[in-house]
């Protein structure tokens, strides 16, 4: 059965710090991993998935995720905060077991840009 | 840019309406889904269709909802008597293959009074 764990429902960072969303996940299987960002009162985008290949992935608006499988993480990181990245960030796993693909979203952190 | 789009963006009900959520998947894709929203929750799964039937369904999914391709292009969420608890934002999503990343529509807030 696959389970994802967002640590910290609610992360704030200053404008030019660090950003990292931490995500954890349960599979049995190999899993494609995702993150989606949310922007108020907007539908959830993709930011970057792992598949199979590389395990450092790089997404957009400068975020990129490591694939650990020791660790089973996929932590999402940027090297410098903007005010513009204030949003909901969700981690997602999918992989197949029963004879179907599951999907499942993590609980969310949302994130705050203090100027 | 292909994208999903729905319709409407705000649908209002009384309690006991029926309500039908509409979507537009992205062409080529053949897996499709809905997802739910409650104000400052976690996303929700509600279910996934394919090839014309239900692939899977959540706790959530009762009986007073149901899904429907009605053609080539359209995507539906029927709720046949909202209730107060099913306010929320409705996301619809698609995607190419099962495996894949899903693509989200901007939404649809149903508030039921």
């Known amino acids: 059965a696959q389970s994802v764990t967002q640590l910290g429902s609610h992360v704030s960072v200053s404008e030019g710090a660090l950003v990292l969303l931490r995500c954890n996940y349960s599979?049995?299987?190999?899993?494609?991993l995702f993150w989606y960002v949310q922007y108020p009162n907007q539908g959830l985008q993709l930011l970057l998935k792992?598949?199979?290949?590389?395990?450092l992935v790089k997404g957009i608006n400068g975020f990129e995720a490591e694939f650990k499988k020791s660790e089973t993480s996929f932590h999402l990181t940027k090297p410098s905060a903007h005010m513009s990245d204030a949003a909901e960030y969700f981690c997602?796993?999918?992989?197949?077991?029963?004879?179907?693909?599951?999907?499942?979203f993590g609980t969310g952190t949302r994130l705050k840009v203090l100027a | 840019e292909p994208e999903v789009t729905q319709t409407p963006s705000h649908q209002v009900t009384q309690m006991g309406q029926e309500v039908i959520l509409r979507c537009v998947p992205i062409?080529?894709?053949?897996?499709f889904y809905w997802y739910r929203q409650i104000l400052g929750q976690k996303v929700e799964f509600l279910v996934s269709?394919?090839?014309?039937?239900?692939?899977?369904k959540s706790e959530i999914f009762d009986d007073q909802f149901s899904v429907e391709r009605p053609d080539g292009s359209n995507f539906t969420l029927k709720i046949r008597s909202t209730k107060l608890e099913d306010s929320a934002m409705y996301f619809c999503?698609?995607?190419?293959?099962?495996?894949?990343?899903?693509?989200f529509g901007p939404g649809t807030r149903l508030t039921v009074l």
């Open positions: 999503a698609s995607s190419e293959r099962q495996h894949n990343e899903q693509f």
């Open positions: 997602a796993v999918s992989g197949y077991t029963s004879g179907t693909y599951k999907y499942i």
């Open positions: 792992y598949t199979t290949g590389a395990t």
């Open positions: 599979s049995s299987v190999p899993p494609y």
């Open positions: 062409s080529n894709h053949l897996y």
């Open positions: 269709f394919y090839n014309n039937e239900i692939s899977e």
